[in-house]
């Protein structure tokens, strides 16, 4: 899940009258079986006059230098985009790299017509969990003609912990996460004078604005200091969905609870902090343990 993207009052993403609404979600094949309860919410704006916002990707595979994207393995590979993406002047208002888990560094900036390069966006580690659309305190002011231009690093190695082959294999382009993608979404305005002087909320204004689910208070977690095997519990009428991350935030597993007591066998797992968060009937919780 993500905090809410919201904007100034007035500012709204157009949706024409019959339009449908489609949600694209990818499953991993370890969600087999599993219920989704994925919820999205929508602000509808009353204002007579909405200052329209859109959304999508502007550089692509279109847009690489020196593409195709085929990363060989036991390699870091470097790959370029550019590209002028609007001939009119816009306001950027967020900005959303995309890479998979080869992904080492991204880079996203833009050169001016007058001759100013004005950075966008420096990951120098990428996190494959940390996507999401970052926003621009202020409205970026793009004039006419502008250059976007991308780095993007791959670490196809064994030293990446994250890369799903062993060994390392040619990746291309492609849909699943053991695939890889070099894009970079983008929201974005027409420019009015002015826009680069508006300053939007910070993200703990967004995190006192969010509604939090109700709390599962029966749900338990045992021994805290675990060495062989996590014993869970619950009381809920039905089946919990489950997933266990690491303290850097990346996937360790993944399932269903059923009410009762299940057992998980952590005797292979590194030491480390662990977080398991669940969730079903409207209702969330998350309990933090340690594997000695």
């Known amino acids: 899940g993500a905090l809410p993207a919201r904007y100034p009052d007035g500012w709204g993403i157009p949706v024409p009258p019959g339009a449908d609404l489609v949600i694209e979600i990818h499953y991993g094949p370890d969600f087999g079986g599993q219920v989704d309860d994925t919820v999205m919410n929508l602000e509808w704006v009353d204002e007579a006059e909405v200052r329209p916002i859109s959304v999508g990707w502007l550089l692509g595979n279109g847009a690489m230098t020196d593409g195709p994207l085929i990363i060989p393995p036991d390699v870091i590979s470097t790959f370029h985009q550019e590209a002028v993406l609007f001939n009119t002047d816009k306001s950027l208002l967020s900005i959303c790299p995309h890479m998979h888990l080869l992904g080492k560094s991204y880079q996203v ?110 749900f338990q977690v045992w021994p805290t200091l675990a060495s062989d095997v996590l014993s869970c519990r619950h009381d809920e009428p039905g089946a919990l969905s489950a997933v266990v991350r690491n303290a850097e935030g990346a996937w360790c597993w993944s399932g269903t609870l059923e009410p009762g007591v299940t057992r998980l066998d952590v005797s292979s797992w590194p030491a480390g902090t662990y977080v398991m968060q669940v969730g079903g009937m409207d209702k969330r919780a998350s309990r933090t343990w340690i594997k000695q």
């Open 109 to 218: 900036w833009m050169e001016t017509p007058a001759g100013d390069s004005i950075p966008l966006i420096d990951i120098p580690q990428w996190h494959f969990e940390w996507q999401f659309y970052y926003r621009f305190l202020s409205p970026v002011h793009v004039p006419a003609g502008t250059v976007f231009k991308a780095v993007g690093e791959y670490d196809n190695t064994v030293w990446n912990p994250l890369n799903p082959n062993d060994p390392p294999e040619t990746v291309t382009y492609g849909s699943l996460t053991t695939d890889e993608m070099f894009l970079t979404y983008f929201i974005w305005a027409d420019y009015e004078e002015g826009d680069e002087d508006l300053v939007f909320g910070t993200i703990e204004e967004e995190v006192d604005r969010v509604t939090e689910s109700p709390v599962l208070t029966g």
